[in-house]
């Protein structure tokens, strides 16, 4: 089996629940969506196949002891085939994250072998999306979950209680953060917190933006 990717670098954990941490990203190429403020639109076309175990020997050059293993795009899930072969490969005890749209629910051996950094696409990304994220409740007993939401307007917020209203979302696993590709970001970041604060809500920065800009690679 072959695997379309983008690219694979180390760094840390820019994002999400896990963020601060040594990882190695997989980045995997394609997507399903076309939000306009993506932050990776070279990885939807651009990339390499290669074979799952020329990845895994790739991964296994860079990688340290402790390091996360991160598969994102993209949707990664658009190829979880490859995902699935890449980890009962792997003989080391490793750590897993799946970066995922949440439009494709993954496969049961998925579920029970990666944490899913999930971050459903609001109105503000340009998509249109009726989103069924019911599969979510069976990682919640594991604890194997945590969401992210990007907010450019405070009204976006009507549309993230909704969806934690009707799919029973804990709140406590849920983060808000501030579009990447803004010019004053720490303004941007500013005005985000302060919704968070009003609500409730958990604020994480994209480290990455932060510290590297827009690099890619990073």
């Known amino acids: 089996m072959k695997a379309h990717v983008s690219e694979i670098f180390r760094s840390i954990e820019g994002e999400g629940q896990y963020i601060g941490f040594p990882t190695v990203f997989v980045r995997l190429t394609g997507c399903n969506l076309r939000c306009k403020w993506c932050d990776t639109k070279y990885a939807l076309e651009d990339g390499e196949y290669i074979k799952v175990g020329e990845l895994l020997r790739r991964v296994n050059e860079i990688k340290k002891e ?35 749209n ?57 549309e993230i209680d909704e969806l934690v209203n009707k799919f029973k979302l804990e709140k406590e696993k849920i983060s808000i953060q501030p579009n990447g590709l803004v010019n004053d970001y720490n303004n941007e970041m500013l005005k985000v917190v302060e919704w968070c604060k009003e609500r409730g809500y958990r604020f994480i920065p994209q480290l990455h933006r932060i510290l590297w800009g827009l690099r890619r690679g990073v």
């Not at 996360?68 to 792997?90: A, D, R, W, Y």
Request: proline share 3%; no cysteine.
């Open 66 to 100: 402790g390091d996360i293993i991160s598969f994102t795009g993209g949707e990664p899930l658009l190829q979880q085939e490859v995902i699935e072969e890449f980890i009962k490969l792997n003989e080391e005890n490793n750590f897993y994250i799946i970066e995922t």
């Open 102 to 158: 949440g439009t494709i629910a993954p496969s049961e051996f998925l579920k029970g072998s990666a944490f899913f950094e999930i971050s459903p696409k609001l109105k503000n990304s340009g998509q249109s999306i009726k989103y069924d994220l019911s599969w979510v409740s069976s990682l919640s007993l594991l604890g194997r979950y945590h969401i992210k939401f990007v907010v450019l307007e405070e009204k976006d917020f009507e």
